[in-house]
């Protein structure tokens, strides 16, 4: 696949912002979020509930099916790529500091789901092949309640696989201006994947690109490329 072309330094990137009228769709379609009330006055400052918990002493089992509203999560990720948007030099170097801030996200989520697998086969992946079903199959559920929509391995290259997304919920909510038209958002996920793959002891290098189709013009190809010892490690553990 053919990387991004960077636009020339000279001029500065025009502003990504977040599609008011999906964000506000978002809204609509989502319960409303409510702050407890508690420990706090009418002044301003941290909130605490009235138990004195917070997140942190949440058990990680009970929370496993909790959903966050999609507009939060639009305006989250919205102001994230408006961060990353900060003297960057083109296209690629904005894609580089999403892919940077899922990095971390994908190593705690790593542990997090393997706490929750049941203790028989909370292991880690040992193959490339296992590696590649948990990520589709369980980070994407945990991820976007569903699985990923493909998995394909390179016929030119055996350090390379493709996991195919028909609609990355990263890019949903963002309204990317026609000249940066080949930025792709979803480099945040491949951030996160590219954790996973580290986390596990198989270093990679994970880029997004749009393969838009006539049904699926949002459709992302999460490029996965191994390091060279992870293929010699995997061809001496098929060897009998």
């Not at 009330?37 to 009970?62: A, H, Q």
């Not at 996920?189 to 580290?198: K, L, Q, R, T």
Request: aromatic share 8%.
């Amino acid at each position: 696949m053919s990387s991004a072309t960077i636009p020339s330094a000279a001029k500065p990137l025009p502003t990504i912002a977040s599609s008011s009228s999906t964000l506000q769709q978002a809204a609509s379609g989502s319960s409303s979020v409510s702050t407890s009330g508690g420990g706090g006055g009418s002044g301003g400052g941290l909130r605490y509930p009235t138990n004195r918990k917070t997140i942190y002493d949440r058990n990680l089992n009970r929370s496993r099916n909790a959903e966050l509203s999609r507009a939060s999560f639009a305006y989250l990720f919205g102001e994230m790529v408006g961060y990353a948007q900060r003297r960057v030099t083109g296209i690629q170097d904005l894609e580089k500091r999403l892919n940077t801030q899922g990095h971390p996200i994908g190593l705690r989520l790593l542990d997090l789901l393997l706490y929750r697998e049941p203790p028989r086969s909370a292991q880690r992946p040992t193959r490339i092949l296992t590696l590649l079903q948990f990520i589709t199959t369980t980070l994407w559920r945990h991820l976007f309640a569903r699985p990923a929509d493909a998995l394909e391995r390179s016929k030119d290259n055996e350090d390379e696989y493709m996991i195919s997304d028909n609609d990355p919920l990263v890019n949903q909510y963002i309204s990317v201006p026609k000249e940066m038209s080949q930025l792709n958002c979803a480099a945040f996920v491949a951030g996160i994947v590219e954790g996973v793959c580290d986390g596990t002891g198989f270093p990679a290098r994970v880029t997004a690109h749009g393969v838009g189709t006539e049904m699926w013009p949002g459709k992302t190809v999460f490029l996965i490329k191994f390091e060279p010892e992870v293929l010699e490690r995997e061809s001496f553990l098929q060897k009998p």
